[in-house]
């Protein structure tokens, strides 16, 4: 009987399908264990070999899970809106259903071939309507809500109106929009139902406001921080510009200080931790106002060192504050306009990692100072953020550096306020401990004493106040996209919007002809030919705006329906409850599942989610844990972040301005141009296959007329380590692996490259050692005349192999170790087949150890054993320390100090029955021969050494 791996992978598939042998149950007497991966987005493209790497590390903890005798919960799904999809309907015209519909059945066949044991009937994706309706619902509960600074919790909108019309708003703290005006309870009884509204948008947890976005024209859409990349898009490379837009919003900065508290309370990654407290950024300071002369106005800065106010020597606003426009003067309007032009252009990334470059623009106003009365400069620089804190600074050059290179390359004064200091720029240094001199009520204290007084002080003449900022911002929730969740909104006559009722939801996407903005501008929704919602009674649809307008039956709601569509994050930030209870249509996930499965006990995914989907979604957490609506306020207790598995690239260098192409030992010399080309047509020993290359579909035109330029008659390319990208060439496809290997293989091969959270190449070569030992092992157990496995006594060396074994394998999974696992199998197997060993005591045992990791073998082995059921029932085995404890020592017997031979003796004898063993013994007696020993030197576990 051979290894057929291709065979036994199909047999195995198709049985844990129809079986359903990996399906969780809500209800179980088990202990529950929750295993998640950040689940894929299905691109055109498919897996390649460094995607499954975290699945596999999830799935074999689950299968280890499972055999420790718990309810393990292992879903997976598709994240599948997404830009990508939505650009290639408009290249192609396709609908972005159908496209990610056949990419998910990619994905899905990639995925069940290599034998994950995800529990496929909570399947969930996000474009499902289905799924979407849950999504379109919380969305309403965040607009229902606002967050009360006191409690810190969410509360329902309509308790806040109660406050507002038994006493006003003076007397509420609540997370809101800046500078919302005081009003009694007689003023807000006394507004209408618009106006009204227009304070509520202040302070509900999602609302309309118009913010400052990154806008690519090309894509004709808002694109997040982490879309953009060097200025451009990361999808197409096309320009960002700055825009005001009014947009939907999150507002996630009502949670920063609880989303920072609980990082301290969840098993994450130290690194990710550290990445989130930076992004929101917490500070401790003073908020100051200054006035602007001959201006109806205030500048409103936020610093963590007031202490530092008579240095202030200019202010400095971003270019998109609302204040630019109105103080700017005449003279300076046309520089002032020239250079927001230009800083639109920049992305707010780009803007915040430029220590470097100095930019700016005077605006001709002054402020005054809030102490001197002496008028401060007021200038604009794009190092100020719109976003951050009040998008204005107070700068002090003689305290921060940046203040000083700014005030340096404008020739703007620098003043001294620390005593007996150098202000030049080689003696700018950190003056934290340095005493005030330079004001009355802060001479001779340390910086700390001095904040404490500054606060005072501007307290007490109404400028200021102490105050706590964090650099987290409200989250822009709105996509000028197709392919995204509608919004469950429509716009009333006067323009505001309104939530539809949840009976009404899903709000499905419409059928549009183009997948593009509308010529005058609107998002792609504005294509669609009925996007207004009618309701009357209990009925309602959605209609053209004809059918709208003249339609007019008694009670009508409605209006047209928002064009935006929510982002990618939105259904990502709840999916994790939804496979708690995939197949609920009536709640998004019932009472009873949500208690029993609480949270995530393990969740494996990619790092450069930190500040974004885990953020957000811990956002969402704390949101539906303060409604009552989940039963914990951190959804993951424990986070891996896996590394990535690279590609080996492979390069040609062409002569510049030639088609010619030299070896890579030629080209060093040579004035060359490196060039990928397809890891296909490399060998191992990395030699191009050239005619295979010219016979390429895609690219085989462009070497038609080349010259290869050999060395020992074969071309060598070069070789890189550089991310797995289809753009770089350099996928290898799983399929090809699993064709050629088996899933076992792969799976074993990916966890032996190294460390789960490392980075590590591949090498298709290296695949053939695990796959050797996979032959070996199946050697182990069966042979030319079928199994061997028999009920023989175990022996002492087989048994404390399997324990070792044991111990080290469960040790390994518990510290996230698989790399070591596979290294420890395959000692065991060698040492097993070393002992000739055939006992099903030891044999059966070490299938389930390696079953979790090559389930598919491990299966078919433990059916060839007389098992009817699937081994992942199996109890993990449990170690027996007794078969590692030494019961005997291999004595060697020595004569004047030469050891001749060797003799085996229980440990527990004495010293004196030792001594007259290895007297009697024959070999001793032949070393004697007849003569008496002088002494016998006995150390016990150690030696016997006769001196004659």
Request: charged residues 25%; proline residues 4%.
């Amino acid at each position: 009987m051979t290894y057929n791996f291709n065979e036994i992978d199909a047999k195995w598939q198709k049985y844990w399908a129809e079986n359903q042998t990996f399906k969780a149950e809500n209800n179980s007497e088990k202990p529950k264990f929750y295993v998640l991966d950040m689940f894929p987005y299905p691109s055109g493209a498919g897996l390649h070999v460094g995607h499954p790497l975290g699945y596999i590390a999830s799935d074999i903890y689950a299968r280890y899970k499972r055999h420790q005798g718990f309810n393990v919960l292992h879903p997976q799904g598709y994240d599948s809106f997404g830009l990508p999809a939505e650009q290639y309907a408009i290249q192609t015209g396709q609908h972005p259903a159908l496209t990610t519909a056949e990419n998910i059945k990619t994905y899905r066949r990639q995925l069940d071939q290599i034998g994950f044991s995800f529990d496929w009937s909570r399947e969930v994706r996000t474009s499902d309507p289905s799924y979407y309706k849950w999504t379109q619902w919380i969305f309403i509960q965040l607009f229902e809500s606002w967050y009360c600074k006191n409690e810190q919790k969410a509360f329902s909108i309509s308790e806040l109106v109660k406050v507002f019309e038994g006493e006003g708003n003076k007397n509420v703290e609540a997370v809101c929009a800046d500078h919302v005006g005081v009003f009694s309870a007689k003023e807000w009884n006394a507004y209408s139902d618009k106006e009204k509204q227009e304070v509520l948008l202040q302070y509900r947890l999602t609302y309309l406001a118009e913010t400052e976005v990154n806008w690519c024209p090309a894509l004709g859409t808002v694109l997040a921080n982490d879309e953009i990349v060097n200025g451009v898009s990361e999808r197409g490379g096309h320009p960002v510009i700055r825009k005001k837009m009014t947009q939907w919003s999150m507002r996630i900065s009502a949670y920063a200080e609880r989303l920072l508290q609980g990082l301290d309370t969840i098993d994450w990654t130290d690194s990710l931790k550290e990445s989130q407290r930076n992004w929101i950024g917490k500070s401790v300071g003073a908020s100051v106002t200054f006035n602007v002369k001959d201006h109806d106005a205030v500048i409103d800065v936020f610093t963590t060192r007031p202490d530092t106010i008579f240095g202030v020597s200019f202010m400095t606003l971003a270019p998109e504050h609302e204040l630019v426009s109105k103080i700017t003067t005449p003279e300076q309007k046309e520089e002032v306009e020239a250079y927001i032009l230009a800083t639109a252009k920049r992305s707010e990334r780009d803007r915040m990692a430029d220590v470097k470059t100095i930019s700016g623009a005077f605006t001709g106003a002054y402020a005054e100072h809030p102490f001197t009365k002496e008028p401060i400069p007021v200038w604009i620089g794009d190092y100020v953020l719109a976003g951050y804190g009040t998008g204005a600074v107070m700068s002090v050059p003689c305290g921060d550096q940046r203040d000083y290179d700014f005030a340096k390359h404008f020739n703007i004064p620098i003043i001294s306020i620390f005593e007996g200091v150098d202000i030049s720029e080689e003696a700018f240094s950190d003056k934290d401990n340095t005493v005030i001199a330079n004001s009355d009520f802060l001479n001779g204290m340390n910086y700390k004493k001095a904040t404490k007084r500054a606060i005072y002080e501007l307290e007490q003449l109404g400028c200021g106040e102490g105050k706590t900022n964090y650099r987290l911002r409200d989250a822009v929730f709105s996509r000028q996209r197709y392919w995204g969740e509608p919004f469950p909104v429509y716009y009333d006559e006067h323009g505001m919007p309104q939530m539809i009722e949840d009976r009404f939801l899903p709000i499905e996407l419409p059928e549009v002809e183009k997948y593009l903005p509308t010529e005058t501008g609107e998002p792609p929704l504005g294509n669609a030919k009925k996007w207004y919602w009618l309701q009357y009674g209990d009925e309602a649809n959605i209609v053209s705006k004809e059918e709208f307008e003249s339609s007019f039956p008694s009670g009508r709601l409605g209006g047209a329906l928002e064009l935006n569509t929510m982002p990618g994050w939105a259904g990502s930030s709840w999916y994790f409850n939804r496979y708690m209870d995939s197949t609920n249509t009536e709640e998004f996930a019932s009472q009873e599942a949500l208690n029993y499965w609480k949270d995530v006990d393990l969740y494996i995914g990619g790092s450069e989610h930190a500040t974004g989907h885990l953020l957000y979604s811990r956002f969402w957490q704390k949101f539906l844990f303060d409604k009552g609506l989940v039963p914990v306020d951190e959804f993951a207790k424990k986070l891996i972040n896996q590394g990535m598995i690279l590609g080996t690239s492979a390069f040609i260098y062409r002569e510049e301005g030639t088609q010619t192409y030299y070896s890579a030992g030629l080209a060093k010399d040579k004035n060359v141009q490196p060039i990928h080309v397809k890891v296909q047509y490399v060998n191992a020993s990395d030699e191009l296959d050239i005619e295979g290359l010219k016979a390429d579909g895609e690219f085989g035109e462009d070497y038609k007329d080349a010259e290869f330029i050999l060395e020992n008659g074969v071309y060598k390319v070069g070789r890189d380590v550089e991310k797995m990208s289809k753009s770089k060439y350099n996928v290898v496809n799983p399929d090809d692996i699993v064709a050629d290997y088996g899933a076992d293989s792969l799976r074993l091969y990916e966890m032996f490259l190294g460390p789960l959270e490392q980075y590590k190449p591949w090498n298709t070569a290296g695949i053939t050692g695990v796959h050797n030992f996979l032959k070996k092992l199946w050697k182990l157990y069966v042979g030319d005349q079928g199994l061997k496995v028999n009920d023989a006594k175990a022996s002492k060396e087989s048994l404390k192999t399997l324990h070792k074994t044991i111990k080290k394998v469960q040790e390994d999974i518990e510290n996230f170790s698989f790399n070591t696992s596979v290294s420890t199998f395959m000692i065991a197997v060698n040492e097993l087949s070393a002992q000739k060993c055939t006992s099903k005591d030891v044999l059966e045992p070490l299938l389930v150890l390696i079953s979790p990791y090559a389930p598919h073998i491990a299966e078919e082995l433990w059916s060839l054993l007389g098992h009817d059921e699937s081994i992942s029932t199996a109890p993990f085995p449990e170690f027996d320390e007794s078969h590692l404890v030494e019961s005997a020592k291999n004595y060697p017997i020595s004569f004047n100090g030469k050891m001749r031979f060797t003799l085996e003796l229980p440990l527990d004898m004495s010293k004196e029955d030792i001594e007259a063993t290895v007297l009697a013994h024959e070999k001793t007696q032949e070393q004697l021969q007849g003569r008496t020993p002088k002494k016998v030197i006995v150390v016990p576990g150690k030696i016997v050494n006769i001196v004659g």
